[in-house]
Structures are given as C-alpha cells and as structure tokens.
C-alpha cells in the first residue's frame, strides 16, 4: 500500500488503530483499510464510493482569440463518519461532524473532463477520456446533487 502524506503531518509516525486508542486529542496519522460506518459517498465522476470525497468539476471553452480556457463549474469537499481497521482487527472511529476539526489528504482517483449540462441528456455530462473529447460524453448521475451543493 503506498502512502502520501502531507506536509502537516510529515514529523508524526504512522501508527495503528489499535496505537490510537487513548490519544483521541493528539494530532496522529493512522494507517489501515477504511469502510464507512452507516453509509458512504456516490462521487459525482467515475464510480469508486468514498468516505471522503474532493471534486472540482472545470469546463474548458474557447475564450477570446481562439485561446482555450477552463471555467470552475463546482467544486467541493464531502465526508462521512468511518473506520479505520487496522490488521489485526482494532478499529478507530473517526467521527466527521465537526468536520473543520479535521485535516484531509485526499488523492486524487479520477478525472472528468468536458463538464457541462446536456438538456438532451437531462443532465450534467462528462468523459474521462480526455480534454476536448466532447464526443464521448456520458452522463453523470450524481453530479447534479454536487453541482447545486457547491456551485460556484
């Protein structure tokens, strides 16, 4: 499993969830598999669910002189209370509903491209297939809810 750790966390060591345990006002960086406790998050592109999701959805179009830019159509950060298991089978809970007292490093898993909303399609389309591959859009259930949640 690789890891990658933010600057903030870089001097604290790895521990496991059963480490954890009694250090629930310290600053710690827990290592183990991951499931949500009730319920988890549909992400707006691709199709991995997560207890923890970050998306920014850009649309791309031709500005002034041809020149191409991209325009931020939503962007948003979303979490759910989860478990980290370690391997030999302690649990942390983490509770997120005071989610600003936590700090998340969230890697990136997917990329939509070509984002836009589809009248004919009846909602918002995008493709992973690539910047400018308009032709390969498919819709994206999901990315309504995240659009009207955090449009910009």
């Not at 988890?40 to 191409?68: H, L, T, W």
């Not at 909602?123 to 032709?135: C, N, Q």
């Amino acid at each position: 499993m690789g890891s990658s750790i933010s600057k903030d966390f870089k001097d604290i060591p790895d521990i496991t969830p059963n480490q954890a345990k009694g250090n629930q006002d310290k600053r710690l960086v827990v290592v183990g598999r991951v499931s949500g406790v009730e319920n988890v998050i549909i992400p707006p592109f691709g199709s991995n669910d997560a207890v923890a999701i970050k998306a920014q959805a850009m649309n791309e179009y031709v500005g002034g002189g041809c020149f191409r830019q991209e325009k931020q159509v939503f962007a948003g950060f979303s979490a759910v209370d989860f478990l980290i298991r370690g391997a030999d089978g302690a649990e942390v809970y983490v509770d997120v509903t005071t989610l600003k007292s936590w700090k998340f490093h969230v890697l990136e898993t997917h990329i939509a491209w070509a984002v836009a909303y589809d009248p004919a399609k009846g909602g918002i389309v995008s493709t992973a297939a690539g910047r400018g591959m308009y032709s390969q859009r498919d819709l994206s259930p999901e990315a309504k809810k995240w659009h009207d949640a955090f449009k910009t």
